[in-house]
């Protein structure tokens, strides 16, 4: 349907980073012309961070008493005995321990607010980056036709009128999670932003138009359909100082990819746009060889995983009983080593759940003894809790979505506990 009001609803707004710039034109002169509304109703959010790679969910919460996993790992297995060299696992329960880079984490854990989901992942058996991530985010294991994203349709099942900030992804581009019919946004950098069509399907109708052009031709018609709240929401964006930021209570966010999105994540919940669904990404998790213990390319990961994620519970503390933060990786790595220091594409791995009404201060899922009767493949963790028992969950408990047949088409499973 190449109509503008398709291309505004089934396409959304998708701004990126291009250095220079700023407010696009067509949003300036439109928002120039209106009063600004009141702030916005307060809503829940969910902060949605995607480790694209795999995590080794092995290394990150290690059952450090099974003999199977120090068999399989003779130069990659950490303990939680204390040694006279080298960091020990923090030990969280007497049988997981956390990666040692993970300390952030350690307090979060003792006072139940995180959550840790072990042997989760995807009943898909595939081995595939792409597939893997594809099925996870579209929420459909088995049906690589379904147009939509989970995130998007979750938008969709809120069932409240909403602002033009709903739904933002810190990328450069719009991640699977977030295609659909609902309208959604990516920002790369709040700093300085401009329109991107890149990545919208029914915005490729329109390429030969400029969106100023488009908005000279229907500006009456765009406001009417888009509602004026679009244009009062940019407008906020740039009445605010995004530039001069300052985290509160302290907090330090790692100069990286996640810290930087996490960080903008929390100036959009302090102003107040609407937002309510927000994801994030981080990168690397691939790691075939020389994956390190202690140190290495696998601990500066999780370091930052950790690190970027408590300073942005911290930034945002007076409003962490409206938020919560879910990760989730593709797929795990396999439990033995392999010949270059590293591990190969997996099956199960875990995820971790932040927030105060979490059922925190647990390792929750199915874990049996890493003995090759056990494993997948007879060389991996096996999945004992499909991804869709967690994101139903956290959906359904934070958010308040009650449909869990079209957030999630044709799952019939259950839930595992991991939320109050």
């Known amino acids: 349907m190449s109509s503008r009001k398709a291309f505004l609803k089934q396409a959304g707004l998708a701004l990126f980073t291009i250095g220079v710039g700023g407010v696009p034109t067509f949003l300036a002169k439109a928002s120039a012309s209106s009063k600004l509304l009141r ?5 829940k959010v969910l902060v949605f961070i995607f480790q694209r790679g795999a995590m080794d969910g092995l290394m990150a919460v290690t059952p450090f008493t099974d003999p199977y996993l120090k068999a399989a790992r003779p130069t990659l297995f950490m303990d939680a005995a ?5 960091k020990p696992l923090i030990d969280l329960d007497g049988r997981f321990g956390l990666h040692p880079s993970m300390v952030a984490f350690e307090n979060l854990f003792k006072e139940n607010r995180l959550a840790i989901v072990h042997g989760m992942g995807s009943p898909n058996n595939t ?8 099925y996870m985010e579209s929420g459909t294991p088995f049906n690589k036709g379904t147009a939509s994203g989970w995130l998007n349709r979750a938008v969709g099942l809120l069932g409240h009128d909403a602002t033009p900030f709903r739904a933002v992804s810190m990328t ?5 999670s977030f295609y659909g019919d609902n309208e959604t946004i990516a920002i790369s950098n709040l700093k300085d932003f401009a329109i991107q069509l890149k990545g919208n399907t029914a915005a490729a109708n329109f390429a030969a138009k400029s969106f100023e052009d488009l908005y000279d031709q229907t500006s009456s018609t765009l406001l009417n359909r888009t509602g004026r709240e679009s244009f009062d929401a940019v407008k906020m964006l740039q009445k605010t100082d995004v530039r001069n930021y300052q985290p509160a209570n302290g907090a330090i966010y790692p100069n990286s990819p996640l810290g930087n999105s996490l960080k903008q994540i929390a100036q959009l919940v302090k102003m107040d746009v609407g937002l309510e669904v927000a994801f994030a990404e981080s990168g690397g998790w691939d790691t075939h060889f020389n994956q390190g213990t202690e140190n290495g390319v696998f601990a500066r990961n999780v370091a930052d995983l950790s690190n970027s994620m408590a300073a942005f519970w911290k930034d945002v503390e007076t409003m962490q009983d409206d938020i919560t933060v879910m990760t989730t990786t593709e797929f795990g790595r396999t439990v033995k080593q392999n010949g270059s220091g590293g591990t190969d594409h997996g099956r199960a791995s875990c995820a ?20 090759v009767e056990n494993l997948a493949d007879g060389r991996d963790l096996a999945v004992t809790t499909d991804f869709r ?20 088409p044709g799952w019939e499973g259950v839930k595992i506990g991991v939320m109050k």
């Open 39 to 43: 702030p916005y109703k307060k809503n």
């Open 82 to 86: 204390k040694l006279p060299a080298g």
């Open 352 to 371: 971790f759940i932040l927030g105060n009404d979490v059922n925190g201060g647990k390792v929750h899922g199915n874990m049996l003894p890493l003995a």
């Open 389 to 408: 028992s967690i994101f139903t969950e956290v959906a359904d408990a934070h958010l308040k979505i009650q449909d869990d047949k079209k957030l999630f």
């Open 127 to 134: 081995r595939s980056h792409f597939d893997a991530q594809d």
């Open 172 to 176: 450069s581009a719009m991640p699977r």
